[in-house]
């Protein structure tokens, strides 16, 4: 390869790199949630809520887990990249388990779009 050749390959990469540097800065955001149950919530220490904000192609843009739960309402806070909610729809999901079984969960997506009314409320329902 010669000398011109490999200046040229170097600033193709440099130049590319910078693009991706520039194009690669998240947007961090946090959304406000609480989760609340159509019935009280009986659960044990180890049980384990998750909530995630998800695209509807099923990939997880964000996504927290919280145990210590209490009763409800359960305050979420959850940050997330907002350039990624640009790539189309997406829904927040919230369930529980407890020692890997399924207790509560919701039983419909929450569609999400940022400037929604915060907190978001996200109900679910006992499986038992």
């Not at 440099?14 to 991706?20: I, M, Q, R, S």
């Not at 145990?67 to 359960?74: D, M």
């Not at 350039?83 to 529980?96: K, P, V, Y």
């Amino acid at each position: 390869m010669t000398l011109r050749r490999k200046a040229g390959l170097a600033a193709l990469l440099l130049g590319t790199a910078l693009l991706a540097g520039c194009a690669g800065t998240p947007e961090f955001r946090t959304l406000e949630a609480r989760v609340v149950s159509q019935t009280p919530l009986t659960l044990g220490p180890e049980a384990e809520l998750r909530v995630s904000l998800e695209r509807e192609d099923g990939g997880v843009i964000a996504e927290t887990r919280q145990r210590r739960l209490g009763g409800a309402p359960i305050p979420v806070r959850l940050s997330y990249d907002a350039r990624s909610l640009a790539q189309g729809d997406a829904a927040l999901h919230a369930e529980i388990r407890e020692a890997g079984r399924l207790r509560y969960r919701q039983t419909e997506p929450r569609p999400f779009a940022p400037g929604m009314g915060e907190p978001v409320t996200l109900t679910l329902e006992s499986l038992d």
